[in-house]
């Protein structure tokens, strides 16, 4: 592991300190650290999640909130086939349970059969359903009024 130098402008009268740099890494690079309990206390800037995390020990756990937290992403396409209002999707996982899932969110992605304008023209929505602790998840995309063709989404999840 790199360690990159840290220069601290310090004013304890101020109570103020200026010029930190904390070591900005990718989340790959940041989950890819081979750390233990002996590195309790290591803080990285996560420059994918533009979020503040350190290791306890244990795992990263997000500076601000306190928890542990942990990302499944991928991209989903949904084929509405000829005429449809639904489709579902079931993504095999081992680390997403009821308990732990925070959020989700999905990024249209423009294919061969609709521009990202279709997206709200259409009404298309996705959303996450049917967690089955540490096997899978559902991801579901509907049409109000019946829609056609294939439709594709990057998914962040946070849990």
């Not at 991209?75 to 639904?86: I, Q």
């Not at 732990?100 to 249209?108: A, E, H």
């Not at 009404?123 to 359903?129: C, D």
Request: net charge negative.
């Amino acid at each position: 592991m790199a360690v990159v130098p840290v220069f601290v402008d310090q004013n304890f009268n101020n109570q103020t300190i200026r010029n930190f740099k904390v070591n900005p890494l990718t989340t790959a690079q940041r989950l890819a650290l081979t750390l233990s309990v002996a590195d309790d206390g290591y803080v990285s800037w996560d420059i994918d999640l533009d979020s503040l995390k350190f290791w306890n020990g244990v795992a990263w756990v997000d500076a601000i909130s306190g928890a542990a937290v942990g990302i499944i992403s991928g991209t989903v396409s949904f084929d509405f086939g000829l005429r449809s209002d639904t489709v579902v999707s079931t993504i095999a996982t081992t680390a997403l349970t009821l308990a732990n899932f925070k959020g989700i969110s999905f990024i249209p992605i423009a294919t061969s059969d609709h521009s990202i304008d279709d997206y709200p023209f259409e009404g298309i929505g996705a959303n996450l359903e049917n967690i089955v602790d540490g096997i899978s998840f559902d991801l579901r995309a509907s049409s109000p009024d019946v829609s056609y063709g294939i439709y594709s989404f990057n998914y962040r999840i946070i849990y």
